[in-house]
């Protein structure tokens, strides 16, 4: 979402980092970046919309790279999964029907679930990273006994 020049988070004026609508798709629902809940917000109009649940229907729909100033940049910078990878794409059309917003949200909060930490067990014995669901370790041999419980 590239405003002329003013950040799309913040609204302060200048060019800055370009990021990707998937890295901040990925950034707001996969990995809980919330400019309203980190004060960042300093012009909701900025943001086309007062409430987190109405911009993030928004951060759903949109295709065009964001502009992010230096002063949000290391905030969403925690949030993004890498380098951000801008597209060079410049114009996206967002409804900004409440309806629309929501629909869009809850489709993207499905597609972009934060990940379940993956479950690892090692040997008690010997550290070997193995399945959770084994009983026997596949270096060692021994057998485990459940201590978690
Ligand atoms: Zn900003
Ligand atoms: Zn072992």
Redesign the pocket.
């Known amino acids: 979402m590239i405003n002329m020049a003013v950040c799309d988070i913040c609204g302060a004026f200048g060019s800055g980092t370009l990021v990707s609508a998937e890295d901040m798709r990925k950034a707001v629902f996969k990995n809980g970046f919330n400019p309203f809940a980190l004060g960042i917000v300093t012009n909701p109009r900025t943001l086309h919309n007062v409430t987190f649940e109405g911009w993030k229907g928004i951060v759903a729909q949109d295709t065009s790279d964001w502009n992010i100033c230096g002063g949000c940049m290391p905030k969403l910078g925690l949030y993004l999964e890498g380098k951000p990878k801008p597209t060079g794409v410049t114009k996206a059309t967002v409804s900004i029907s409440p309806l629309v917003e929501t629909l869009a949200a809850k489709e993207a909060e499905l597609k972009y679930k934060p990940e379940e930490p993956a479950a690892k067990k090692y ?1 008690i ?4 990273q193995m399945r959770v669901e084994g009983i026997y ?1 596949p ?4 057998r485990q006994v459940d201590v978690s419980r």
């Open positions: 040997c014995y010997c550290g070997f370790c270096k060692c041999g021994k």
